[in-house]
């Protein structure tokens, strides 16, 4: 698999490059900002890309700007935006723009390789990635009235993990579940909470994430 | 300078009185008749000489006085042909028109002194310049009976004047003369059209005197050119009244002195209208009228500024020299405001510094006023400055945090996690437990500082807005929070700036001591402003002087905008604050 990284953290970004080299990824190019990164992508699109939210030359949202026109250009390439910041709303305006193939992770989850690697290679496939700890303030926020509190454990569970943007059979693998078990909790969150069930992973990670929102 | 004056008054004293003398030494045969005499020779030249005088002395730079001078002592010349002899009677003739061409000179340059457009300059030389030629070929061709002196002496030249062109030559002068004063009464007209507000009331008298003298003049010539001669009654009624209306020209210009040096009962109306303790406006409007200058302007000095500045603060440039005039009103020696007006009011000291003494204290009044609403003014943008440097300053350690030192532990982060990679699963179990318990540490602390660069400036609101980072406000809230309206478009980031923090500090204090179980955020656009709205359901009783919300309130005052706290014991507390967009 070939990826590209834009950071202007020289550091982090050859830290980031070895990582995703350790684990047998192609690392065509590292660049610093976000006209680079376009150039590249134009030159020779890769399968996935990894970008840091605030680039030069304003340090705001250059990564999200960036992600919005690769998937609107290159709708075969995969985002992973980094970012230092806890914002649903960021990742919920990058999931809206496509029908998958992004994912918005905390920067501080390059601590586990093994979950950085999982993410590219999710985005790659098309899936979509919300990192755990967006997952967890938006399931974790107080409500007047709120039905996720008449949840048993196991499908707060299921529930948070479908947010992050996983598969039932990733569900399944987490939480030692099998399929069927997988399906029957998904079926009961989604009639407790009074949610439709949705045609495909991306489409359930908006409506939850609509949901939890709300 | 006065020493020239007074020659020229002897001067002319002498002159009127030898011009008397001959009058009487020519007992009942005068060549005109005696009335005529003592009005041309003492009411013309005399009265001529005095106002000149006057004039000169009062602005001695301007030639007007000099001339009205010259045309005094010009009048006294026809006493020559008194003196009954060949040569006086000679020079009378070929003199006789240089009164009124002095006079014509004057006018035409009444009240500058001097010629201002070509027109004025073409016609002063065509007048002296016709003058004396045109005597002098009357002279030499026309009848003296004709000249109206059939009694007179033989003159010099001796011609006896028979000649056969002598009507048309007299018909020639005289229509020349009718269009001379047709030219002149056009240039004084314009004159006075051109002339500022506040000259005119000083000049309409001169102009109305002017413009009589001048129709009077050019019915007179009119009619010698046509009737050759017209009826001694009716010449002799014209000249008359020519002469007479010449003589009031002085004393015209004298009302007009008096009119503007001291307008009194403007200055009175101006007392009157200063009673009602006018508006710094009305005030201005008031001056003007007193001063009748339209364009009158008054200026405050602020001396902690070392400026002038308006009546609603804004600074005041003095103009240049040349231009428009400026006099500086003082009080004990200090400079309190500074009166902007029409340079022609230069001409009148008297009635600048009657008005100004008369509206001192309202002025002083207004000064006073002018500087507190300036110092207000600084004392309000001062409070906005603190407040934006502050936001700066917030805005600046976040991206310092972010850049710096969460960056430097998110690398950390990377390393420990590419060390944690290189520990082989199956050896030394507590490498990998230490290492685990590092990277636990670390992303601890990385949410931690998270929070911290979060709480100093939340990023979201100058990347997204208002309404997504009131979203964010509201999914941390401790207790539950909803937003239920928030603006669609950006707006000015110190407007989406103060919102946000109103919102937060009210959340903040909702959670903390009000005991509330929800609160509702609505952000809404109103009147060009924006109305932030934090309820809760809490205990109430809530103190707007705490510090919290008294930062607040000047918070929000620093953009101008209000900040209400409803908070009734026991039912909940609803914080307002109104911001205008405008500024």
């Not at chain 1, 790659?124 to 107080?142: F, K, M, T």
């Not at chain 2, 013309?44 to 006085?65: I, M, Q």
């Not at chain 2, 000095?301 to 400026?307: G, M, N, T, V």
């Not at chain 2, 060009?528 to 309820?535: D, H, P, S, T």
Request: proline share 6%; net charge neutral.
């Amino acid at each position: 698999m070939r990826v590209m990284i834009a950071d202007d953290a020289v550091l982090f970004r050859e830290g980031l490059a070895r990582v995703l080299q350790a684990a047998g990824i192609e690392v065509a190019a590292q660049v610093g900002d976000a006209e680079q990164l376009l150039a590249q992508i134009r030159a020779d699109p890769p399968e996935a890309v990894v970008v840091d939210i605030r680039m030069p030359p304003t340090h705001t949202r250059e990564g999200l700007e960036a992600a919005t026109r690769i998937r609107a250009d290159h709708p075969q390439v995969g985002v992973l935006v980094l970012s230092q910041y806890v914002e649903p709303h960021h990742a919920v305006q990058l999931l809206q723009d496509g029908a998958g193939g992004v994912g918005y992770l905390l920067k501080d989850r390059v601590a586990d390789v093994h979950e950085v690697v999982d993410a590219v290679r999710r985005v790659a496939a098309g899936g979509s990635v919300i990192d755990p700890e967006v997952v967890a303030q938006l399931v974790g926020r107080r409500r007047t009235r709120d039905p996720i509190q008449e949840l048993t454990e196991r499908e707060r569970q299921v529930l948070a993990l479908m947010a992050e943007g996983r598969s039932n059979q990733a569900i399944g693998e987490r939480l030692f579940l099998s399929p069927k078990t997988v399906e029957a909790h998904v079926h009961s969150i989604f009639t407790r909470l009074g949610l439709h069930a949705a045609p495909d992973d991306h489409r359930r990670v908006l409506a939850v994430l609509a949901f939890l929102r709300a | 300078m006065r020493r020239l004056r007074l020659a020229l008054a002897l001067v002319a004293l002498a002159a009127g009185l030898v011009n008397l003398a001959l009058i009487v030494r020519a007992g009942d045969a005068p060549p005109r008749s005696p009335l005529y005499l003592v009005i041309a020779i003492v009411g013309v030249s005399w009265s001529f000489v005095a106002a000149g005088l006057v004039a000169w002395r009062r602005r001695p730079e301007n030639h007007t006085g000099a001339l009205m001078v010259a045309v005094g002592l010009a009048y006294a010349l026809p006493g020559l042909r008194l003196a009954q002899t060949p040569a006086g009677y000679t020079l009378y003739l070929l003199t006789a028109t240089l009164p009124s061409a002095v006079l014509a000179h004057l006018l035409a340059v009444f009240p500058d002194g001097r010629a201002t457009s070509r027109l004025q300059r073409v016609f002063i030389v065509a007048n002296y310049a016709t003058t004396v030629p045109l005597a002098f070929v009357q002279l030499l061709l026309v009848d003296p009976a004709r000249l109206r002196c059939p009694e007179c002496p033989p003159d010099l030249l001796g011609t006896g004047g028979q000649h056969p062109y002598g009507e048309a030559v007299m018909a020639v002068s005289d229509l020349w003369d009718v269009a001379l004063a047709g030219l002149l009464l056009w240039i004084v007209v314009s004159r006075w059209r051109r002339a500022p507000t506040p000259r005119r009331r000083g000049l309409a008298p001169v102009v109305q005197v002017a413009v009589v003298l001048l129709v009077l003049f050019s019915v007179r010539q009119a009619l010698r050119a046509v009737l050759s001669p017209p009826p001694p009654w009716l010449d002799g009624a014209l000249d008359l009244a020519v002469l007479t209306t010449l003589m009031l020209w002085p004393l015209a210009f004298l009302a007009g002195l008096a009119r503007s040096r001291l307008d009194r009962s403007a200055v009175g109306d101006l007392a009157i209208e200063l009673e009602q303790a006018p508006s710094a406006d009305r005030l201005q409007q008031a001056l003007a009228r007193a001063l009748h200058d339209p364009t009158v302007q008054l200026a405050y000095w602020l001396p902690d500024q070392q400026a002038f500045v308006d009546g609603a603060t804004r600074p005041v440039e003095l103009p240049p020299a040349g231009g428009r005039s400026v006099t500086i009103l003082r009080h004990d020696g200090d400079t309190v405001a500074a009166l902007v007006h029409d340079a022609a009011l230069d001409d009148e000291p008297e009635l600048v510094q009657a008005v100004a003494a008369t509206a001192r204290l309202t002025i002083e009044n207004q000064r006073l006023q002018a500087e507190v609403r300036a110092q207000l003014k600084e004392v309000r943008a001062s409070r906005a400055r603190i407040v934006e440097f502050g936001d700066a300053e917030r805005r600046r350690v976040e991206r310092n945090l972010h850049d710096g030192a969460q960056q430097r532990l998110v690398n950390l982060s990377l390393a420990l996690g590419i060390a944690r990679s290189q520990v082989p699963a199956t050896t030394d179990g507590e490498l990998a437990a230490t290492l685990d318990e590092a990277a636990e540490e670390l992303r601890l602390a990385l949410a931690e500082l998270r929070e911290l660069a979060r709480g100093i400036y939340p990023v979201i609101l100058s990347e997204a807005g208002l309404g997504p980072a009131l979203a964010s406000l509201a999914e941390r809230s401790p207790i539950p929070a909803t937003v239920a309206a928030a603006p669609a478009h950006r707006l000015p980031a110190r407007v989406e700036e103060t919102a946000y923090y109103v919102a937060s500090e009210a959340l903040a204090n909702a959670a903390k001591h009000a005991r509330a179980t929800a609160v509702t955020i609505s952000a809404r656009r109103c009147d060009g402003g924006l109305e932030v709205e934090v309820g809760d359901d809490g205990v109430g009783g809530a103190n707007p002087d705490g510090s919290g919300l008294r930062g607040l309130a000047d918070r929000v005052a620093a953009l101008d905008g209000h900040l209400r706290v409803d908070s009734p014991t026991g039912r909940g507390t609803r914080i307002t604050a109104e911001l205008p967009c405008g500024s």
